[in-house]
């Protein structure tokens, strides 16, 4: 990637953020309009995504420890999200420094770990997402 192609990314990362942080009520108000998790009202056990929504609403409070007993999947993202970001804008100094793991089995062992969470949670209400 270019340094032209770096710094339009560097730029519009923050303006965009900042538009879904000044829109977040609105953002919120469309939560409600979700429909509930299938998988959970017919089986009564949650499904990976259930949480997504109220991980997403507890973000943009900025309670990130309720985000992640929600679902963790979403601050995870976040992160290396930050994580890449955080690279990009070091890149513009010349040194080449990666932040985000880019082993395989880095990968492989997060979604191992990702999906293990995924079943206890539905075993162990301490980790279970907290009702709306």
Same mark, same amino acid.
């Given at each position: ?12 990362i923050p303006c965009v953020?900042?538009?879904l942080f000044m829109c977040?009520?609105r953002f919120m108000r469309?939560?409600? &309009? ?31 420890? &309720?985000? &992640? ?64």
């Amino acid at each position: 990637m270019n340094k032209r192609d770096r710094l339009i990314i560097a730029a519009v990362i923050p303006c965009v953020l900042l538009m879904l942080f000044m829109c977040r009520e609105r953002f919120m108000r469309l939560a409600e &309009l979700m429909p509930e998790c299938s998988v959970y009202k017919y089986t009564g056990y949650y499904c990976p995504g259930c949480g997504n929504t109220r991980s997403v609403r507890a973000l943009m409070h900025g309670d990130i420890l &309720l985000a &992640l007993r929600n679902n963790p999947t979403l601050p995870f993202c976040g992160l290396i999200g930050l994580l890449g970001y955080a690279e990009l804008l070091i890149g513009f100094s010349g040194r080449n420094i990666k932040l985000v793991p880019r082993k395989l089995w880095f990968w492989i062992l997060v979604a191992v770990l990702f999906a293990a969470y995924f079943v206890v949670r539905n075993f162990v209400p301490a980790i279970a997402p907290v009702p709306s």
